[in-house]
């Protein structure tokens, strides 16, 4: 099992060209697995021994545990793929994930914040040091041009026109896109690119250093950028639900709000699928209704 499990994510890597975010994702769905034969068989059997009532045990197990729905249904998502390897190469005669149901999912509304909270986000950074004048241009540029944190981390200097107000991004999968930056990002990065000092490294590196650094030179991780806006959602008093995708959600939501289109919406978004762009619209609706019922006289 190890072993496939090995050879599996070579070719992620090496013939599908995968992120290292998604061949980690994969490699932790499927040592899950391995984790769980362990512990309830004693052994780990080989892949081909397993069927799918073995698979069904485990994906009920998951379900005990309290994962998720999208987790669970992220992780047989893996298997299948993992099983349709493992046949394509003849190591297994069949698929024994490809019977399994997704769970039913629950569908979630996104938190997203008003445009007042986004103006005191981002208003929170202090101007008058290098760290603050990166935060700023950070949250700026996130919310301006609704971004991952993955593909913020990932900007590059070359990435960045400002003459023309726009930026490429790297999104899941590796594909790019061109998205608008707003004057108040461009001017934001700006002010943060004129004050900060770039290291040896990044001299050496040219346009294809990163935008945003840590005090020591190096890429900034999604994990610091979380910790960073944390401190921000705090001094800006808001929901301790903010998240660094609040942002996005926002980005998208207030997009809707204010009279843009859903496949406008979604190549923005970067979204394969418009059904995963259209649990915005929902989240407009609701405002909508909230306006309304505060608004109307004869609401209620």
């Given at each position: 099992m190890r072993s496939s499990i090995a050879q599996f994510l070579r070719y992620l890597a090496t013939e599908r060209n995968a992120s290292d975010l998604t061949i980690k994702a994969y490699r932790e769905d499927l040592m899950g697995l391995v984790d769980w034969l362990e512990a309830t068989r004693g052994n780990v059997p080989h892949p081909s021994s397993l069927a799918p009532q073995d698979l069904r045990t485990f994906q009920a197990a998951l379900q005990e545990a309290e994962y998720a729905r999208t987790t669970i249904s992220r992780k047989l998502a893996s298997l299948r793929s993992f099983y349709k390897f493992l046949m394509r190469e003849g190591i297994a005669a069949s698929n024994p994930a490809k019977p399994l149901r997704n769970p039913r999912r629950q569908r979630k509304l996104p938190h997203v914040l008003s445009n007042d909270e986004v103006g005191r986000l981002l208003e929170a950074p202090p101007r008058e040091s290098i760290a603050g004048l990166r935060d700023r241009a950070i949250l700026e540029t996130m919310y301006s041009a609704g971004l991952r944190v993955s593909e913020l981390v990932g900007l590059r200097?070359?990435?960045?026109?400002?003459?023309?107000?726009?930026?490429?991004v790297r999104g899941k999968g590796r594909k790019e896109r061109i998205s608008p930056l707003g004057s108040y990002a461009i001017k934001a990065v700006d002010a943060y690119s004129r004050k900060r000092v770039r290291s040896p490294k990044a001299e050496s590196l040219g346009r294809d250093a990163p935008i945003f650094v840590n005090r020591f030179g190096n890429i900034l991780t999604t994990r610091s950028v979380g910790r960073?806006?944390?401190?921000?959602i705090a001094l800006a008093d808001l929901d301790s639900r903010t998240s660094p995708h609040t942002l996005r959600h926002s980005f998208a939501t207030h997009l809707l709000d204010h009279g843009a289109d859903i496949r406008s919406v979604q190549e923005l978004l970067g979204h394969k699928s418009l059904a995963t762009t259209q649990i915005y619209t929902h989240v407009s609706a609701a405002n909508l209704r909230q306006a309304y019922e505060r608004a109307h006289p004869r609401a209620n």
């Open positions: 200097e070359r990435d960045v026109d400002c003459d023309e107000q726009i930026i490429r960073m806006l944390e401190k921000y």
